[in-house]
């Protein structure tokens, strides 16, 4: 089954502990990215990915880090995890990046920083 | 910059009745126009998108939306909505690598 598969799909951690979560697409996607959606504010664009060895930032990079070292993985770390990082994460995936190609979204990560 | 608005946060409509969702943006060219829905614990699923051309979308699982340049909107219609609509909706502008999303709106459907 074509699919966006992240793990974890609950997390619980304190201040500054280093984490990742993990992010793998088995459609051969070019494109991958990450959001983060809290309450009234949508979903926000963390770091995206137009290919392999190739990533940049969204609208809210400060306090996360990338890697895209295969196509199909693209995980999210978090050096040292603040409350402020208390959210809901999603990944996404889609064949090119383009306008004719959808997103596909993971179920998401929910993630409480204490 | 690029922003959409979507100015209501929860709606609440009985099955079997009309719907339109509300959807405003903002952005400096020709939009590139989605919407999305969330089931509960799900990840986002796209509705429809509009690009250029026939200003009325059609998507799936019965859904429409019109683009009004005049208006900078994007509503979201379905004329006849079923109890398992119930869910997330949000729209979203830019391209598929750089998308903006609205707050997005709540559906509520009373049986």
């Known amino acids: 089954e074509a699919q966006v598969t992240q793990n974890p799909r609950y997390l619980i951690t304190v201040t500054g502990k280093k984490l990742t979560v993990t992010c793998s697409q088995n459609?051969?996607?070019?494109?991958m990215s990450w959001y983060r959606q809290d309450p009234g504010l949508g979903l926000r664009q963390i770091y995206y990915?137009?290919?392999?060895?190739?990533?940049d930032k969204g609208d809210v990079p400060e306090g996360y880090k990338v890697s895209r070292k295969e196509k199909r993985n693209f995980p999210l770390i978090l050096e040292s995890p603040s409350p402020n990082q208390t959210s809901l994460y999603f990944c996404?995936?889609?064949?090119?990046?383009?306008?004719?190609?959808?997103?596909?979204f993971g179920n998401g990560t929910r993630l409480t920083v204490t | 910059a690029q922003s959409v608005t979507q100015p209501d946060i929860h709606i609440t409509v009985s099955e079997g009745a009309s719907l339109e969702l509300r959807c405003n943006y903002s952005?400096?060219?020709?939009?590139?126009l989605f919407w999305y829905v969330q089931s509960p614990g799900q990840g986002l699923q796209l509705l429809l998108k509009?690009?250029?051309?026939?200003?009325l979308v059609q998507g799936i699982k019965g859904f429409e939306a019109e683009f009004k340049r005049s208006q900078s909107s994007f509503n979201l219609r379905k004329p006849s909505v079923h109890w398992s609509d119930a869910a997330e909706y949000f729209c979203?502008?830019?391209?598929?690598?750089?998308?903006?999303f609205g707050t997005g709106t709540r559906l509520q459907v009373t049986l």
């Open positions: 459609m051969n996607h070019e494109y």
């Open positions: 952005y400096g060219a020709t939009p590139y």
């Open positions: 990915s137009m290919n392999v060895e190739v990533t």
């Open positions: 509009y690009f250029s051309g026939d200003t």
């Open positions: 979203a502008v830019g391209t598929a690598s750089k998308l903006t």
């Open positions: 996404a995936s889609s064949l090119t990046g383009g306008n004719d190609s959808p997103l596909h």
